[in-house]
């Protein structure tokens, strides 16, 4: 055993311990991190706005507090951005991490010098966790690679600005700087295509231990590598050990990357996002992450299914039940006060609190009121794929609400692998499941409000080109899954086989 692979163990039962001890203390850690949120931001313009010095218990926060997305913040985050101090939080924010909105053009995320650390600790335990698990840290001694954006920042007012997963790249532990790859400059790339090569070029003669990125990317990259050498990624990287990702939900690409590696590899999936770093896997034989409730986020939920009525009540992690589907409503360290990010997510247990990522609440279909979720078509698409032996390499799903004949119906729009000979006999399993998982799906079905789903076929490479149509193809930027309109859809025509 290796001096590294020795000190990694002890360093993952130390930290194993620590994340233990809150964990097992859930309430108590988060009404902490309530109470320390509303002292420090007590003299901040949002804190006076609110009147954070009367805030002793949540109660009084709902009272005083509204939910609000980007765009009912962005006042305060604009007089930021112009370069005031103490607006969301004491000081000025370390760092702007930029994102791409899709109703309120760039997002400019504050990370501050209390909510950094947590971006990259976050990341850092999920390894540890595996480790003190598993027993196995032999990849610490070869070479670990993330797809991510570029590293070079621009200035704001005083404020450096740029990608999250740029931003991260300048705190790196000294430890794994020279484990890290690919380089600086082959990092600062902006043109993706051209920056997988370079990657390749880097990677190929090195002893890849952990591969790890948003699982469309990191698959354009095995693609590449499998065209260039001829060979599966377990021949070309056969120390590669560890997968981690995060952004989509792996399940739907499983199939395509055990072909493209050849073999199963073990896997840990995280939760991070410019404003905050959620959970983590930290159990191979659990379903669910790990929720980080000692990271400097207070987190409320809503049940989706009551988010846009008037009355829709807010509650802690206390209240929450297994199996429901909740937005998730942050406060952070970072100034970001009952924040919708937009996501879903449902508790797989309460002890300790463990929750997957059901999907997006703009990204639903509900045009005849079946509210089908991003959770429902992957369970769908999976459980078909593997009925009927199809790999699927990436899909959306839009509804058909005025078709030429006939009653409406989904429209799925897939590439595969290899084009099924019976694509009605695939579309039927998906519909199946659908029905199996979404009552109210199920009654349009049945009561010929809607026709079961259709597929169209997408060229191989199309939704690559789609995203590399719209300006973007690669970094962290994802294909929502499914959407209530046909914008979409109509883009993709160009995309269509049959």
Not at 269 to 297: C, H, R, T, V, W
Not at 300 to 328: H, L, P
Not at 336 to 365: A, M, Q
Request: with cysteine; aromatic share 12%; charged share 25%.
């Amino acid at each position: 055993m290796s001096v590294k692979v020795f000190a990694a163990k002890l360093f993952a039962k130390k930290i194993q311990r620590k994340v233990d001890q809150w964990a097992k203390n859930p309430l108590e850690t988060q009404e902490k991190v309530f109470q320390y949120l509303v002292k420090t931001a007590e003299n901040t313009v949002f804190g006076q706005d609110h009147q954070f010095s009367d805030i002793k218990s949540h109660q009084d926060f709902v009272a005083r507090v509204p939910i609000r997305d980007y765009e009912a913040l962005r006042p305060y985050v604009d007089r930021m951005v112009a370069g005031e101090s103490d607006i969301l939080w004491p000081k000025k924010p370390l760092y702007y991490a930029k994102t791409s909105g899709t109703t309120s053009g760039s997002k400019y995320i504050p990370i501050t010098d209390e909510s950094m650390p947590t971006h990259t600790e976050g990341a850092r335990n999920a390894i540890l966790s595996y480790i003190n698990e598993t027993g196995k840290a032999g990849f610490v001694n070869n070479k670990m690679i993330f797809l991510q954006g570029s590293p070079e920042l621009s200035d704001k007012n005083g404020v450096h600005l740029g990608r999250l997963s740029g931003i991260v790249a300048h705190y790196i532990p000294k430890y794994l700087q020279k484990n890290r790859m690919p380089s600086w400059q082959t990092n600062c790339i902006e043109d993706w295509e051209q920056k997988v090569e370079a990657i390749i070029d880097e990677t190929l003669p090195e002893p890849m231990g952990i591969i790890s990125g948003i699982p469309p990317w990191v698959q354009m990259y095995f693609e590449r590598i499998v065209e260039r050498t001829g060979r599966p990624i377990k021949e070309v990287f056969p120390n590669f050990e560890l997968f981690i990702y995060g952004g989509v939900n792996y399940e739907p690409y499983r199939a395509i990357f055990e072909k493209l590696i050849g073999k199963s590899i073990p896997s840990i999936e995280l939760y991070p996002a410019s404003e905050g770093f959620f959970a983590y896997q930290d159990k191979q034989n659990k379903q669910g992450m790990l929720l980080q409730l000692n990271s400097g986020i207070f987190y409320e939920f809503v049940k989706a299914d009551e988010f846009f009525n008037d009355n829709s009540k807010r509650i802690t992690i206390k209240d929450v039940q297994v199996g429901i589907n909740y937005v998730m409503l942050i406060s952070t360290t970072a100034g970001l006060w009952c924040y919708n990010i937009g996501d879903t997510v449902k508790f797989t247990e309460t002890d300790p609190y463990r929750i997957v990522v059901s999907g997006r609440i703009k990204h639903f279909i509900s045009a005849f009121g079946e509210h089908v979720i991003g959770k429902e078509v992957e369970e769908a698409l999976q459980e078909a794929s593997i009925k009927t032996n199809h790999v699927i390499q990436e899909f959306t799903v839009a509804p058909q609400v005025n078709p030429i004949e006939g009653l409406p119906y989904h429209e799925w729009f897939i590439e595969f692998a290899e084009t099924p000979s019976n694509l009605n006999a695939l579309a039927h399993e998906i519909d199946l499941s659908l029905q199996k998982q979404n009552s109210y799906y199920k009654d349009l079905i049945a009561g010929k409000i809607l026709q079961p789903l259709k597929i169209k076929v997408i060229e191989t490479g199309g939704f690559t080109n789609y995203m590399k149509s719209i300006g973007k193809l690669g970094g962290q930027n994802k294909l929502p899954r499914l959407s209530n309109d046909r914008n979409i859809a109509e883009a993709l025509t160009q995309f269509h086989t049959h």
